[in-house]
């Protein structure tokens, strides 16, 4: 495989994604797990761009990726406070402790 | 005009379960009044509609690619169904009025009904099959929230699950038809499926045909799935008499006689279509026989009668069958209301405690009797006409094996009814039941629906021409109310009809001398079991029921494991991709 300059973004593409992979497995900490689906979502981000600019529709790609960052932010925003709420009510971030508490 | 017509046939009781849903159960008067003038509202709209009966298409409303056109035909099969479900269910509510006074929670009770008869006409007059599909899995909830009505009793909440699974089973044979309807003609367009169907490959049209035939046969409680109707029983009884008498079960015949032209040439197609209904015919006619709750053996009698219909589809008879349903409809609504009064007004559904009620309420046995002469085919009455219709078409274009049989179902069906009739109104007083008569409002809607039985076989000229106008694909022939009456009284298959009837009728008044009406005998463990489908229906749910008690052992709800399974499928979708090319 050639490094061109498209493919050199997409080997960052797939590098973020397995990170953010690794993370989402290993990860029992809520707000790492916020962090972590943040990164899976940059490589999305970068990735509709990435699919823009190779389609030769560059404004479309530059468009979805700013739609979803704003998205993502408020998503991000709701489930941090989530994770506030649940860390005063029950006490614990701990995902294994959380679902525990099942049924 | 037609379209201003059709969204008031549509929207008024749809409004109208919206307001009585914001009313308060303090004040029934109000609710009351309001349910009985939006369905007389409905009512008068589809009456208004039939002269604009047409074959082209009164509204289209474009939703977008994927959904095809909203669209809504009029024509001669849909107004005269509209009119008989926004009629005869604007009596239901005239009746509800004394029926349910003092029930609680009326306004669940109006709202469902209401719900009820918009979608009712929403399906009747929808030309595109997916928002067919949507009315037609909207009747079936209201249908399983009527039949839960009394949800602090567990009999009616299990009736009301059965019959949602059942009609369910039906509503997943029609999305199939219609998607793949979709898939070979790139349209959801009823009119196109009619005119095209010749282009589908025979393969196609054969997952279409039998895709609507389950649904029908679900819809209409036929053969297997005749178990739900005799169950839904525990509703209200306007409801029975709406619902599993004169409309929502109707659907499932009037899809047939809708796509008939197209299905014709699908091999053993019609065939299928006749043995289902002369099975559930019999199997319901026998079941009658034998069953000693009042609003049993009238849902028995109905699944049979729905039978006639869809066997008369079978062998053609398009026609026959319509007019058998608009006449069924009548008598039916007609005997379960007056069911309904008697058991109102004596508390108790079992005929073995009724007896010598006759001289108590007379206007209720009057009417009672019109409707079990109609039900029974006795002359000059409405079901006379039409079951005769249906037989003679059997004669001709059915097996002489199937015409016999169905015959000798005619013959039951005298039996039965007037073994009905002598428990609850003749013979001696068995239990000393406390009766009051039936009140203004029950009057007015038994009155009607005694009159309509009288004189609905005269719109037979009307609804001939109405249907052989409006329908370019069925190819009906032309027939005035004379040339009928001269066909049906000189043919010798009428007077055989009519003996077999006579000594059914006679079978039953020399039983009913000698009181041995309770017995069932050898037959009563086969129907208390519905003839071996209660538990097929019971294997099927529970085995249904066990999987997905196995399948959940894969939902575990932890994060780990769900990211493990996304990375699985998506490392199959890449292996697959690379493989592929």
């Known amino acids: 495989m050639i490094l061109t300059p498209l493919n050199a973004v997409l080997l960052g593409v797939v590098l973020l994604l397995v990170v953010g992979f690794y993370g989402l497995l290993i990860t029992r900490n809520l707000i790492k797990i916020v962090l972590v689906l943040q990164i899976l979502v940059k490589a999305v981000v970068i990735a509709l761009v990435l699919g823009g600019k190779a389609s030769g529709n560059l404004g479309l790609g530059q468009s979805l990726a700013a739609t979803v960052i704003v998205a993502d932010t408020v998503v991000a925003v709701v489930a941090l406070a989530l994770a506030v709420q649940v860390r005063r009510r029950v006490g614990t971030l701990d995902l294994a402790k959380l679902s525990s508490l099942r049924g | ?581």
């Not at chain 2, 002269?51 to 099969?77: K, N, Q, W």
């Not at chain 2, 059965?162 to 369910?168: E, G, P, Y």
């Not at chain 2, 990211?563 to 690379?578: E, M, N, Q, T, Y």
């Open chain 2, 1 to 581: 005009m037609a379209a201003i017509l059709i969204g008031f046939v549509i929207g008024l009781p749809w409004l109208g379960a919206i307001v009585l849903w914001r009313t308060r159960d303090e004040n029934p008067r109000l609710q009351h009044t309001m349910a009985v003038a939006f369905s007389i509202a409905a009512g008068v709209a589809s009456l208004a509609l039939i002269p604009f009966a047409s074959a082209e298409t009164a509204i289209s409303v474009p939703m977008g690619r994927y959904f095809g056109d909203l669209t809504f035909t009029a024509d001669g099969l849909t107004v005269t169904l509209t009119a008989i479900a926004c009629v005869i269910g604007s009596l239901a509510v005239v009746f509800s009025v004394e029926y349910m006074h003092g029930e609680q929670q009326l306004r669940r009770y109006y709202s469902f009904v209401l719900l009820f008869i918009g979608a009712m006409t929403g399906l009747l007059l929808s030309g595109n099959l997916l928002f067919m599909f949507f009315f037609w899995e909207i009747t079936a909830l209201c249908s399983y929230a009527l039949i839960s009505f009394y949800n602090d009793d567990p009999k009616a909440v299990a009736g009301g699950i059965k019959a949602l699974i059942i009609t369910q089973v039906g509503g997943v044979g029609l999305l199939a038809g219609a998607l793949t309807t979709y898939a070979s003609l790139g349209s959801y367009q009823v009119s196109d499926l009619l005119a095209k169907a010749g282009t589908i490959p025979v393969g196609l049209l054969t997952v279409i045909a039998f895709g609507f035939l389950l649904a029908a046969a679900a819809k209409s409680a036929q053969f297997p799935f005749h178990t739900w109707l005799p169950d839904a029983m525990e509703a209200p009884t306007p409801i029975s008499a709406l619902i599993h008498a004169a409309t929502m079960v109707n659907a499932g015949v009037y899809l047939l006689a809708r796509f008939y032209p197209a299905f014709k040439s699908v091999p053993a197609w019609t065939m299928s279509v006749m043995v289902i209904g002369l099975l559930s015919a019999l199997i319901s006619a026998i079941s009658a026989l034998i069953a000693t709750d009042l609003k049993r053996t009238l849902a028995y009698s109905t699944v049979s009668q729905l039978g006639y219909m869809v066997y008369a589809i079978g062998a053609g008879g398009v026609f026959a069958s319509q007019f058998h349903l608009l006449s069924h409809a009548v008598f039916k609504a007609l005997l379960f209301l007056a069911a309904g009064s008697v058991i109102h007004s004596v508390g108790t559904r079992d005929m073995r405690r009724m007896g010598g009620l006759g001289g108590k309420m007379p206007f209720v046995r009057n009417v009672f009797i019109i409707g079990a002469l109609a039900l029974a085919g006795v002359p000059i009455l409405n079901g006379f006409w039409s079951k005769e219709l249906i037989l003679e078409v059997g004669l001709e274009d059915s097996p002489f094996w199937a015409y016999a049989l169905m015959l000798f179902g005619a013959g039951l069906t005298a039996f039965y009814t007037f073994r009905m009739v002598w428990l609850v109104f003749f013979g001696p007083e068995r239990d000393h039941l406390h009766v009051h008569s039936a009140g203004s409002a029950m009057k007015v809607s038994l009155g009607i629906l005694a009159a309509g039985t009288f004189i609905t076989w005269l719109l037979f000229g009307g609804l001939n021409g109405l249907l052989s106008s409006t329908l370019p694909f069925h190819e009906l022939e032309h027939e005035t109310l004379l040339e009928m009456i001269t066909a049906i009284s000189s043919a010798p298959a009428t007077w055989l009809a009519l003996l077999v009837v006579a000594l059914g009728v006679g079978i039953s008044w020399v039983r009913a001398r000698g009181f041995q009406l309770f017995g069932g005998g050898w037959l009563s463990p086969l129907v208390e079991t519905s003839f071996g489908f209660d538990s097929l229906n019971r294997i099927i749910a529970e085995g249904v029921s066990k999987l997905a008690g196995q399948l959940s052992l894969t939902q575990t709800g932890v994060l780990s494991w769900n990211v493990v399974g996304i990375l699985g499928a998506f490392l199959a979708v890449l292996i697959f991709l690379v493989w592929s090319v």
